[in-house]
């Protein structure tokens, strides 16, 4: 059965920091490219970045400027996303997916085939 858990959201303050992981089973892991998603209440679901399979390349969405990080650890199978000077803006459910679509496809949710529960992040001012 193939899974992506998303886990490490929760409350924290504006300026706080919080790690996001993905534990991904199932499939093959090495063979995906794994992307992070997130919704706010009543907003469509925006995609924030993505690694590639061999983690050699990493794109982010411009409005996030340098506060957010992702990275892959192949042995557990696990993507991570480290989130710096969070904002009550970056408040909402965030979603790890994945996806074997080619690389210029990897900010599109639609070409996304495996996606995680999503976890939530709350983020006080």
């Known amino acids: 059965e193939v899974q992506l858990q998303a886990s490490g959201g929760g409350l924290v303050q504006a300026g706080g920091s919080l790690r996001l992981s993905c534990a991904a089973s199932?499939?093959?892991?090495?063979?995906?490219?794994i992307g992070w998603f997130r919704q706010a209440p009543g907003k469509e679901r925006n995609w924030i970045s993505s690694i590639s399979d061999t983690a050699d390349i990493t794109i982010y969405a411009e409005f996030l400027k340098g506060r957010f990080t992702i990275s892959r650890d192949s042995a557990k199978n696990t993507v991570y996303l480290q989130m710096n000077r969070l904002k009550p803006e970056d408040a909402a459910i965030y979603y790890c997916?994945?996806?074997?679509?080619?690389?210029?496809?990897?900010?599109?949710?639609?070409?996304?085939?495996?996606w995680g529960q999503g976890t939530l992040v709350t983020v006080s001012s």
């Open positions: 997916a994945a996806t074997k679509a080619p690389w210029r496809w990897s900010k599109i949710a639609s070409r996304f085939e495996y």
């Open positions: 199932g499939f093959t892991f090495d063979d995906y490219h």
